[in-house]
């Protein structure tokens, strides 16, 4: 078993944040091809990836509350094996409507990953020293899109789009088998919760009746707002309206997850010295100045892709910068409900997620505007968020 405050366990904590940005990086590439062989509309293509967002948001609700009390590892090996099991119908789905049902319950498996690797981290740490870990985190589970949709492109060129899933299914594996053999039980012995409907309700009530933790929550959502805006939205603007193949669109994605890196590489290093709150504001204009460039880049040269990919990358380092800070800023206040703490915030989060990629794709025409407009906004609203809850989240 790993030990805590090793680098080890927070390389398998980052592994397990993984599973749900490749489940879905992994196979954006092939979007288009899935419309095409299945004889489904964009917009119908496009619920398989919000359907998984409202999948991955329902399913944390339970996660949080039940490690709290049954612990961590058993309740993760658990979520695993759903997720591989899931990703396995994925592959052999004979319809748009029973593959986007298979991404729904690949959700709830992956969903459980997130969730209780945030509660891990808050079993071991505190402080700006949570925060660095969730940042170092960030940095290694940045890998992921920023290497999966190149992977995807070239799976899917050699063996068709459903060979995308079978690869999800074989890192849910090993993620599983490291979990089996690695991880150790990090929910302290104690008093612990019950998990009654009216227990669960009065939990959720009192971490959601802290000011700082709503306003930390806000922050999360409005940044993933437009996150998800762009991962709902690349795919058909780069494919179909620019032209790119699977393998350069992958290569596009991974040069925006640069970005990603960057980010969480530079807030493990500044929240050390200059806290949360500085760190995530520097994150929160670093949003907005990535959705002001996209919009003048639009404008000016619509019909570059470079115009949408360099300012992503821009908006994804203020990602890097911010989210893992005002994880860590949601938690801290919970030291024994952890777990219900990360299911809420993951919950609310991923349905305003899910929320923003349905309109986007619901827009999406012949334009990169809608795409464009929601990471823009997004991207102010959290650097206004940031700046009006300055005092609230010195309260807990």
Known sequence: MLRPDTFALTGLLALLTMIGPVAIDLYLPALPEIGAELGAPTSSVQLTISFYLFGFALAQIAYGPLSDVRGRRPVL???????CAASLLCAVAPSIKLLIAARAVQAVGAAGAIVLARAIVRDIYSGARAGRELSIMGMIMGLAPAAAPTIGGLVQAAFGWRACFVAVFVAGLAALLMVWWLLPETLRDGPRPKIAPADLVRGYATVMSRRAF???LLL???ASAGLFAYISGASFVLQEMFGLSPVEFGATFALTSVGLICGNSLSAHMVMRAGIGHTLGVGAATLAA???AMVAATHFFPHAPLGLVLPMGLYL?????SMPQAMAGALLPFPHHAGTASSLAGFVQQCVAAL??????HLLGTSAWPMVIVVAASGCVTL???WASRGVRGMS
Do not use: D, E, P
């Open 77 to 83: 090996l658990v979520a695993l094996v759903v997720f």
């Open 214 to 216: 709503r306003a930390y």
């Open 220 to 222: 999360l959502s409005s």
């Open 290 to 292: 990535g959705g002001f």
């Open 317 to 321: 380092a203020g990602i890097g910068m």
């Open 356 to 361: 923003s990629g349905a309109l986007v794709g």
């Open 384 to 386: 206004a968020v940031w």
